[in-house]
């Protein structure tokens, strides 16, 4: 069964800058697997914010985080990033490291596309 252990939230002021991680375990590898994040605010959906395909080639931002936050992973060692840089108030929310077995582009912004959740970590932006 796959595990993602997120790590890296916290309480930041506005244009300040926060690091997530999120260890995968379960899996011989996850060379296959899409991995990214959703996040989800009070009373709000969850929605996409970033996804890397299992190679590291391909990187996927939802239009609100664009120049702003770079995801990464590091294959060796089963783990993900996101850099989130420049943050804003409406960036407020819990952020899920997710993974799927999703092969290309499509699905990656979809939440029922992924099989494995973490149970999250908080991301709080002040004004």
């Known amino acids: 069964q796959v595990q993602l252990v997120e790590s890296g939230g916290g309480l930041v002021q506005a244009g300040g800058s926060l690091r997530l991680s999120c260890a995968a375990s379960?899996?011989?590898?996850?060379?296959?697997?899409?991995m990214g994040w959703f996040r989800q605010a009070p009373e709000k959906e969850r929605e996409f914010v970033a996804a890397?395909?299992?190679?590291?080639?391909?990187?996927y931002y939802t239009d609100s985080v664009k120049g702003r936050f770079t995801i990464s992973r590091n294959s060796a060692k089963n783990t993900v990033r996101l850099q989130m840089n420049s943050l804003k108030p409406e960036d407020t929310a819990i952020y899920y490291c997710?993974?799927?077995?999703?092969?290309?582009?499509?699905?990656?912004?979809?939440?029922?596309?992924?099989?494995?959740w973490g149970q999250g970590t908080q991301v709080t932006v002040s004004s």
């Open positions: 890397i395909s299992w190679s590291g080639g391909s990187t």
């Open positions: 379960g899996r011989t590898t996850f060379n296959s697997y899409t």
């Open positions: 997710t993974a799927g077995p999703i092969s290309g582009p499509v699905g990656v912004d979809l939440a029922e596309w992924y099989d494995a």
